[in-house]
């Protein structure tokens, strides 16, 4: 069963728009994770949010946390062709990942 | 640059064959995973494992085995492929504890079945 469960299914944007995609997951964690996946290769590591922590940043990437929601979104400001990808969630202790969000940034 | 290896990248085989998609992590982690995944759907844990001779099964009933004899190496083994098993297989490896625990993919094996 399917723990991170990512939404929208798909998002199309705007190059320079800003980017929101949101993530439930089921079960307690320590951990949660953002990956990014390009045209079906493997997954790639963007950002690690603990559970103690509600919001973190790196570059133009946020993510926050909300436990008692059982919640995790993830912005991406000021987007670009480049971020045109997959991407997912998943709790650390359980690496089970949904169907993704599939962003297009047109230029 | 994640040294998590996964070999063939593309193989086609006959009905009935039996075939190992082999991976391979030179990163010392305790943590394997592999993964199917459909174009453009959602990613199935199959198996996944805690170290040498642990071994898991997922969520996916694939008709697959896996086996962890060392660290660094999780094969996948399909004893008779059917056209059903066509799709991607993403092979994954983390750190069991500490600080980074993130998750290093590797390339993908797509698996046609004929």
């Known amino acids: 069963s399917q723990q991170g469960e990512e939404d929208p299914q798909a998002l199309s944007i705007q190059e320079g728009e800003n980017a929101t995609m949101n993530c439930s997951y089921k079960t307690s964690i320590n951990n949660l994770q953002w990956y990014r996946q390009n045209s079906g290769r493997g997954l790639v590591h963007l950002i690690l949010i603990r559970s103690n922590e509600r919001e973190k940043h790196s570059g133009r990437l946020r993510v926050t946390l909300d436990t008692s929601k059982k919640s995790s979104s993830l912005l991406i400001t000021a987007s670009r062709a480049a971020d045109t990808a997959s991407y997912f969630c998943?709790?650390?202790?359980?690496?089970?990942f949904g169907a993704g969000t599939r962003l297009t940034v047109k230029p | 640059e994640a040294d998590i290896y996964q070999t063939p990248r593309y193989l086609v085989i006959g009905t009935g064959k039996k075939i190992t998609l082999e991976c391979s992590q030179t990163?010392?982690?305790?943590?394997m995973y592999w993964y199917q995944q459909d174009p453009g759907m959602e990613l199935h844990l199959i198996h996944y494992s805690y170290g040498v001779n642990s071994t898991e099964k997922g969520d996916l009933s694939s008709e697959s085995t896996v086996s962890r004899i060392r660290t660094e190496h999780f094969p996948l083994t399909l004893e008779s492929a059917r056209p059903s098993h066509t799709s991607q297989y993403l092979c994954a490896s983390s750190a069991w504890t500490g600080l980074n625990t993130e998750a290093f993919f590797g390339q993908g094996t797509r698996l046609t079945v004929v």
């Open positions: 990163m010392g982690h305790d943590k």
């Open positions: 998943a709790t650390v202790n359980d690496m089970r």
